[in-house]
């Protein structure tokens, strides 16, 4: 099996990995002014797309605008969230150099997609492929690839409950219940820790958070739970800056959970509609739908958004590093008052405003230079595993070749792994790797 390298090694975004020069995996781009793409556009014979963010999925339209028409495979939710994240790149790049691809390759995507579900192997440009749940957002998939001679896992982004191995009967390949101790949690609300192993020669490994332990979930969610409660006590109001997918609605299950009064704005409100819709990708369909009957969907008209500012609830908005969306009409208007807050719920990129708000008590917003008077906090709810979590789950390839790549340490990380009895790798950009 032959592997090139076209983006995600030894950085986090744009990740595309071309397997036997016919099957590839992931096709994103890297959110940077100007946005970066992956080094090559290969002409594969079918391409396999991991999860619906924008660093695995954001590029896959230019992949049609020649003449060649791959199929795309994907489960249901990563196809949706693939056409939401392709139209807003339209709308807020289209026409310009920092989009490449058109309305009408989009709409190709819609013609040459193929959907599957967990564990249902499908063929794709020879190869036999089969998707596992990975735990990261709803869809999100740990890719298996066998060629006949090597069996492949790309793990994709993912993420295990705290709780190691509390959760093996928790997923929706087998419908039983999560692992949910009254309101509390052992990983995210929205959906189980992966659980899946499959038996693999190399495993390609995503490694973000190699050198980060994260704060027990439940812990997390308990402080952040309290400090919305005592704002709001208080009379102050609350902005929830959250990425769209995914992290919105996390957070409307723990407002749901502990019965916080929310409203829900910008992209997030179309990502949650579109979600419901497949239930079976959720980690409790009952809760979920709870969760969006307790929330409210601002719609933004007549200065609602405004008038929102004054009600005692959370506001959970887009975007959430505060570089567009609703946030932007959200903050100016809360920002001058001691008793409001701030509180991040996402890693913020170097940078961006909401790095800038956390580092300085300013932000950029709408191209003016903001002071803050409102207390601003940050809260770990990532979804991605951490060291620990990514040990754990490698535990179950030592014998085979491990890849490490998405990342900003990987060659530090794959000698920390040889050290550990690991035949452990970092490709670099542009690398062939043949295993």
Request: proline residues 6%.
């Amino acid at each position: 099996m032959k592997l090139r390298f076209l983006g995600g090694a030894r950085e986090v975004g744009r990740s595309a990995i071309l397997v036997n020069d016919a099957l590839l995996l992931d096709f994103g781009m890297l959110t940077a002014n100007p946005p970066q793409f992956p080094v090559e556009t290969p002409d594969p014979e079918a391409v396999v797309v991991s999860h619906g963010h924008l660093d695995h999925v954001g590029a896959v339209p230019s992949l049609l605008s020649g003449d060649a028409r791959p199929p795309i495979h994907w489960t249901p939710p990563t196809y949706e969230l693939a056409l939401t994240l392709a139209r807003d790149t339209l709308n807020l790049h289209g026409g310009t150099m920092q989009c490449p691809f058109t309305e009408t390759d989009v709409q190709r995507v819609t013609q040459v997609s193929e959907t599957h579900g967990y564990r249902e192997p499908f063929e794709a440009a020879g190869h036999e492929v089969t998707f596992y749940n990975a735990g990261h957002i709803p869809g999100s998939a740990h890719v298996l690839v066998d060629d006949g001679d090597t069996r492949l896992l790309y793990t994709g982004d993912f993420h295990v409950d705290d709780r190691r191995g509390s959760d093996t009967t928790s997923s929706p390949e087998n419908g039983r219940a999560p692992a949910v101790d009254g309101q509390r949690v052992h990983g995210q609300r929205l959906v189980p820790g992966t659980t899946a192993r499959p038996e693999a020669d190399v495993l390609l490994c995503e490694s973000t958070y190699s050198d980060v332990e994260h704060e027990d979930r439940s812990a997390v969610e308990d402080r952040f739970v309290e400090s919305v409660e005592t704002t709001l006590w208080e009379g102050g109001s609350i902005v929830v800056p959250a990425f769209a997918i995914g992290r919105t609605q996390e957070l409307m299950l723990v407002c749901a959970a502990h019965d916080i009064p929310c409203y829900v704005d910008g992209m997030g409100k179309q990502v949650t509609e579109m979600l419901r819709q497949y239930p079976g990708f959720v980690r409790d369909a009952d809760a979920f739908r709870r969760a969006i009957s307790h929330a409210r969907f601002v719609t933004g008209r007549d200065g609602q958004r405004k008038r929102i500012t004054d009600q005692k609830a959370a506001i959970i908005t887009t975007s959430g590093m505060l570089s567009g969306g609703p946030a932007m009409t959200y903050i100016p208007e809360i920002r001058a008052n001691p008793m409001n807050k701030i509180t991040m719920t996402g890693y913020q990129v170097e940078g961006t405003p909401g790095r800038d708000l956390l580092e300085t008590g300013s932000a950029e917003i709408d191209g003016r230079i903001m002071p803050v008077s409102a207390q601003v906090e940050q809260y770990d709810f990532s979804a991605h595993a951490d060291r620990q979590g990514i040990l754990a789950f490698l535990e179950s390839y030592r014998e085979s070749d491990v890849l490490v790549n998405h990342g900003d340490r990987c060659e530090a990380f794959a000698e920390e792994l040889r050290a550990d009895g690991f035949d452990a790798a970092a490709p670099e950009l542009g690398d062939v790797v043949s295993i």
